[in-house]
């Protein structure tokens, strides 16, 4: 049977090249699109690894800078007094790049005698308690650090699995913007946001006083009121005598990005649908309209002794023939992409959107056909063969 | 044996009712090659299908080598159609996409016969028609007699019992015609196949052992 078939569409292929070609492009589209969604999808399921929710950050502007003493002193407070309010959870400096921000600090070396290539950020004593950061191995910042002989410094796990295993970390002395000690490992943290992949990253070390560090991120209490940021508000303008500084709600900036995202997501979805539903009409019809040609072959088939469901899996079999070959020479364009590494895309979404579309297409073409070759495997055979 | 006992065929469409076969009783032994004549639309392929099994009287018992039929539309009775009957058309009915020698292997597909196996049996039935040099032709390039061959190889590529053949020289000339009755002939003769054949021609009809004529759905000689 299988060999039947497979000489009846060869010699049927003109009118088998259309459907062929249909699939091959309808499969490509859904590779592409779905290489894009799966992309996006396994970055949002990825852990942040920080807390947005109830996180504040007052953004400062501390320049020009007269009284260097003066304004180190000011930080100081501006932290105590925010930390002694009781809405206040915790309170800690972080540097110029925040979280959800677009700004970044990054760098590379090999001055180590192994690549290492890191996006950095510098956090106070307090920040991972404040940001709800997961420590893996070592140690936060503490006050030991402060006048420690080299410079501290926590890398994220995936910093560690890229250039440190096998290493010693504690013992070691890096040079990575400086002399540094590696002091802590902390897990994940995508400070890009949701729809980020996660990048090499360490924290530097920096003091309340520091001027480097002028943005304050505050853990205020659950349920906390909007009204109260009125209340910080009036207090860092009080204390910082300016009124250039802004204060971002964490969670809105996270939201409002991942929206950015997940439009242009569900706009290709639904051209995707479109696409799903044009190509199932299209098999449809192709099919309805072999069948109603071919209807005294089914009478014939029928005479010489074709049970129904013969019938009905010559043409289902007939059918999906003609799509796994679209589907495959499809999958033999599709896959030159992670092979070539056309895009810095990780190879497993190229994989995962080329199953998916087969997988897709498998299922519209099976029910696609399953009806109509029902319909046929009903033809009398009598009227079809006297229809001639 | 094919025994037919009162059998009566009505076409019910929406506006007519046409009756092909009123009440006909008929039995065809064992080796017998039968003919059935009649001026157009007076039960002739309608009869032929009744016996094939693959149309159903509205009224009337059909028994085929003494089984009757009840069921029409049961696995059970593609499969007998498959193993003991043989059919041959006015229009031969083969499928153009395919080989000579595929079209000819189909009812043995059916018969889950192995592909080599198919092709043996295919090979020594078209010799018994004398095409089995035009075995890769496609329908399309043969001559209607040398398609009718081909048609007949089909037929009887599974050792049917019984061959049906409705007006299978109807759309031949007089000397392809002729080689198609000899074929007929010696098949009835040579491997004792029953026979039924409607034709219109008188002089093939002669040469048969017996002649039936329908008139209007009913029987008249
Ligand atoms: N499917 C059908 N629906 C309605 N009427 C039908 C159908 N098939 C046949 N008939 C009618 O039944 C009658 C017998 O038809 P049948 O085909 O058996 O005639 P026939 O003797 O074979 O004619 P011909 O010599 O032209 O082939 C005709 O009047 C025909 O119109
Ligand atoms: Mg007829």
Redesign the pocket.
Known sequence: MTRHILRLIWNKKRSNALLFLEIFFAFLILFAVFTIVTRYMRMYQSPLGFQTENIWIVHMNLNPVTDTTATQDMKVRLKQELKALPEVESASYSGFVTPISNSSWSTSSDDNGFEISTHMMYGDLDYMETMGINLVQGRWFNESDRDARYQPLIISKKLFDESFKGRNLTDSIYDINGEKRIVGVIDHFKYKGDFAEEVNLSFFYGEDKTLDLPNLHLRVAPGTPAAFEEEVNTLVADITKRNDFRIEHLQTTRESRARQVWIPIIALLSICGFLVINVSMGLFGILWYTISKRRSEIGLRRTLGASKSEITLQFVGEILVVCLGGIILGAIFAVQFPLLNVFPIESINYYLAMIFSAALILILVVSCAFYPSQQAARIHP??AL?EE | MILLKDVT?V???KTIE?T??NNISLEVPTGEFLSIM????????????IMGMIDEPTSGQVAIQGQAVSDYHTKAVARFRNEKLGFIF?SFHLINELPVIDNVELPLIYRRISGKKRREMAQTALEQVGLKNRMKHFPGQLSGGQKQRVAIARAIVGQPNIILA??PTGNLDSVMGNEIMEILLNLNKELGTTIVM?T?DETMARKTHRLVR?FD?SQVL
């Not at chain 2, 639309?41 to 009869?47: A, D, M, V």
């Open positions: 009598a009227l006297h | 065929k076409y019910q469409t046409t092909a076969l009649g001026p157009s639309g007076c039960g002739k392929s309608t009869l032929l299908n006015q409705d007006e409607v219109h329908l759905g």
